[in-house]
């Protein structure tokens, strides 16, 4: 064996030359087990030469000698093969050393391997600093790619006229820094004191949406306020704060860095680094710390940015005088709430309206007008919450979009907060104004599905407008009613309310002063509503009107003015009855229809019949219409000009009409002094020319009476004489006057 292995030189021979060697060396036998080591070894290693003797080659190894390379060598060895390469091993007090290490295998002569000799060489210092050159080169790269990479994003925010191209180009600079898969760059809104994303990168396009209108208001969360007044970059997941969940439930994460940036002691807005769920576990190197500080001082360029292009996008949105969002910013903003919307949601718009502001101008002047505008603003503005939106859309109209509702009460309550802050007088240009707001407001599921969100933003709007002006015009009427109920449900309920018995019709006398007695009874509608209870005619005759349910009132008001009149005959009083109808009656021949059916089905004639229409109805359809009311005439039926004065149609024109009677409206009657009694007498001096019998409507007080006594007028209708009231009290009523005196008593 020995004489196989020194291949003929005497063994103490080459051990002698072995231990010359300034370099450690090892001899193995096939099994890695030394057989000899030389002097040079125990100076390096520390190990005694007999203390290596038998033991396996591994005992240099220890906890950080690389496996890939033990692997390597061992390779190596079992095929072979030779070996060398830099290993870390371990002395025997323990200190490592970097080892060059040559393996070379010795083969007999048929080639078999029986040892293997080793040089081992302390190359610590070399690799030490090969190692720092590797890591210097690598550090240059890199920085170079950075600042490489900084200058573009600095270039691409230079050329970004956008707040979106800011927040893309930002986040797409720090995906690449940071080696995430996505990113997002948040900005602070100074106004709404809150954070909100003006840029992602790398985000999936079912993540990009509820990432658009992801915002953080610190106000809610101090986690949230105490992390984001440190700037120093941190890794979030999932168990670094309560605030953290959620974000990273809505970016589908498991964890981000987050850089947050200030400029002045104040927070600018954040850079986020995210790794989406499954990625490789992210860290925050000191050297991605230091990246990331690097950009965010560009960042702050790129916020100043934002915010200057925001508020000049801002400006070009806003209304001058108001400071509100205008008409198209305000349809935008609309269609996209809409669009945005979540399942379940319901989205108000507000359309507000300055009764009479013609009057605050012409009176007070433009100057006063305009600073009234701006102080209803602000109270509008003040009186909704954060997330509804407040624009002006025309001179005195105001809208309010009302995102995030449950119900149509919410609405109605902003409505109601905001007409309560207007109870107050306002002070403009030193002046005490009083303003009242009309507003109606339509509700998104009214519009059904969206389909084209401007084109519904643009029907909300109407319907809003549309319900506004039916507030307007009801307000005198019944404000409790007016503001409690859907008109729009109303407009879908009145088809058929005839046909349910909802309608309720009363009568209101009508008395001759001079003659002491109830010569008439108007017949007044009511409906009763399943849910809005008992409705004046004011809320829905404009409705039926619209939607042809018109003639379905006309034939039951004259079905019970007809019942009246014969139970009235009955009871020995006077039967006449007086029936209003619609100033656009849209089929004549449908009420010509009903009054003959009516008046001759209760064996009553026509002649107890009047029919009261609105003066100005004369002068629309002219020759059609006086057609229609000689037939009527022919037939006995009385014609009144109901509210007479309030109309514009020429006197001489009634003279072409087959007119019997003239109602004075109450305005006249209304008006106290020598003006309204000399316009009284004016009437009363006309229906005499004319040969008409004349009313006066609206009589409540003791000295509306003398008045209208004085000048002349005898017949009389109002509160003072009584209150609409159903037949049966309108019948009592009567028996209980058809005594000895047959005087009518007044109501209280
Ligand atoms: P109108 O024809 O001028 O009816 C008189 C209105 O004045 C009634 O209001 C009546 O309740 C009210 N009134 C009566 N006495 C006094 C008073 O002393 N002081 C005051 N301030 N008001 C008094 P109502 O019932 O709310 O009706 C409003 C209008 O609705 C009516 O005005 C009429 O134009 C219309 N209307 C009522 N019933 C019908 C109907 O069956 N068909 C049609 N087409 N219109 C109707
Ligand atoms: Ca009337
Ligand atoms: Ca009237």
């Known amino acids: 064996m020995k004489k196989e292995m020194t291949g003929g030189a005497p063994p103490e021979v080459l051990a002698e030359a072995l231990n010359k060697l300034s370099d450690a060396s090892l001899v193995a036998d096939a099994d890695q087990r030394v057989v000899f080591a030389n002097e040079a070894f125990e100076r390096v290693t520390g190990y005694q030469q007999d203390e290596t003797l038998g033991r396996n080659c591994r005992f240099l190894q220890g906890p950080a000698t690389d496996h890939a390379t033990v692997e390597a060598m061992h390779a190596a060895l079992t095929t072979g093969e030779g070996f060398r390469g830099e290993v870390l091993n371990y002395r025997k007090d323990g200190s490592s050393f970097w080892n060059l290490l040559t393996i070379t295998p010795i083969r007999d002569d048929q080639g078999r391997l029986h040892h293997f000799a080793s040089v081992q060489q302390d190359v610590t210092d070399e690799v030490r600093r090969r190692r720092e050159l590797e ?366 018995g909802e309608l309720r019709v009363l009568f209101q006398p009508l008395v001759d002063v001079s003659a002491g007695r109830v010569v008439c009874h108007e017949a007044l509608v009511r409906w009763m509503h399943p849910r809005f209870g008992l409705l004046p005619p004011s809320t829905f005759l404009p409705l039926a009107e619209d939607n042809g349910t018109m003639t379905e009132i006309d034939e039951a008001v004259l079905a019970e003015a007809a019942r009246f009149a014969a139970e009235a005959e009955r009871l020995g009083a006077d039967p006449s009855v007086s029936v209003n109808v619609s100033t656009r009656q849209s089929s004549w021949e449908d009420l010509i229809a009903h009054i003959t059916e009516s008046f001759s089905r209760d064996g009553g004639s026509f002649e107890r019949l009047t029919l009261e229409l609105i003066e100005t109805h004369l002068a629309t359809d002219m020759h059609n219409v006086q057609r229609q009311l000689t037939r009527l005439r022919d037939l006995g039926v009385r014609i009144a000009i109901d509210d007479f004065g309030t109309g514009y149609s020429s006197l001489s024109q009634l003279q072409d009409f087959p007119v019997t009677e003239l109602k004075i409206d109450k305005s006249f009657v209304h008006r106290a002094g020598a003006l309204g009694l000399g316009l009284i007498r004016a009437m009363v001096h006309l229906a005499r020319d004319l040969d008409l019998r004349i009313v006066a409507e609206g009589v409540e007080t003791e000295e509306q009476l003398a008045m209208l006594t004085a000048a002349g007028c005898d017949r009389m209708q109002g509160y003072l004489f009584g209150r609409p009231v159903p037949l049966d009290e309108a019948l009592s009523n009567l028996a209980a006057r058809e005594g000895p005196e047959r005087r009518f008593s007044r109501a209280t």
């Open 135 to 500: 890591e210097a080169l690598a550090e240059a790269i890199r920085q170079r790619r950075s600042r490489d990479l900084l200058l573009d994003v600095a270039r691409r925010l230079g050329e970004a006229t956008s707040s979106g191209a800011l927040g893309a180009s930002m986040s797409e600079a720090i995906r690449q820094l940071a080696g995430s898969d996505r990113a997002a760059l948040g900005v602070w809104d100074d106004d709404a004191s809150r954070l909100r994303i003006a840029g992602t990168s790398g985000f999936p396009p079912h993540l990009t949406e509820g990432t658009a209108r992801f915002q953080l208001s610190p106000t809610k969360s101090s986690a949230l306020a105490e992390f984001l007044v440190d700037p120093t970059p941190r890794l979030i997941t999932a168990l670094s704060s309560p605030f953290s969940r959620p974000v990273l439930q809505l970016f589908e994460s498991d964890a981000f860095v987050a850089v947050p940036v200030h400029a002045d002691g104040h927070l600018r807005g954040v850079l986020l680094a995210i790794w989406s769920a499954g990625a490789p576990m992210a860290t925050i190197s000191t050297d991605l710390a230091d990246r990331l500080t690097g950009l965010a001082g560009l960042a702050l360029v790129a916020f100043e940015t934002v915010r200057l292009l925001d508020r000049v996008r801002q400006a070009a949105d806003r209304d001058a005088l108001t400071g509100l969002l205008n008409r198209s910013a305000l349809e935008r903003a609309l269609a996209d709430t809409l669009t945005r919307r979540e399942e379940g949601e319901l989205v108000a718009v507000l359309f507000a309206d300055v009764d009479r502001f013609k009057r605050v101008n012409d009176a007070l002047g433009h100057g006063v007008g305009d600073e009234v505008l701006r102080t209803v603003a602000r109270i509008v503005d003040s009186a909704v919450r954060d997330r509804d939106v407040v624009g002006r859309i025309g001179g005195d109209e105001l809208i309010v979009i009302l995102p995030r509702l449950r119900n149509r009460a919410e609405a109605q309550e902003v409505v109601d907060r905001i007409s309560a802050r207007l109870d107050h007088p306002i002070h403009a240009a030193g002046q005490r104004v009083y303003i009242r707001l009309s507003i109606g407001f339509a509700m998104s599921s009214e519009i059904g599905a969206v389909e084209d969100p401007d084109e519904a933003a643009a029907a909300l709007i109407r319907r809003a407008d549309a319900a506004m002006y039916r507030v307007k015009a009801d307000r005198s009427a019944n404000r409790a009613a007016e503001t409690d109920m859907d008109l729009l449900a109303l407009d879908a309920d009145l088809h058929g309310a005839a046909g349910r």
